[in-house]
């Protein structure tokens, strides 16, 4: 198992084309994503009680 910290956040994506808020962002959500292709992960982090639901279901 891989054990991962550091930050999840919703994040707002700006480019000239369109505008993305409050999408799953972080140093431990993208690290996360991709250690899970080797091995399961545990994530350690904090968030606000304002975080979406559907965003623990991703974790």
């Known amino acids: 198992m891989i054990a991962a ?3 999840i956040g919703l994040d707002t994506t700006r480019t000239p084309f369109k505008t ?3 999408v799953l962002g972080g140093s431990a ?3 996360s994503y991709c250690a899970s292709f080797f ?3 545990g994530l350690v982090s904090v968030v606000g009680e304002d ?3 559907k965003y623990w279901r991703e974790l």
């Open 5 to 7: 910290t550091g930050s």
């Open 20 to 22: 993305v808020e409050r």
């Open 29 to 31: 959500s993208y690290f």
């Open 39 to 41: 091995d399961k992960v």
């Open 51 to 53: 975080f979406p639901e």
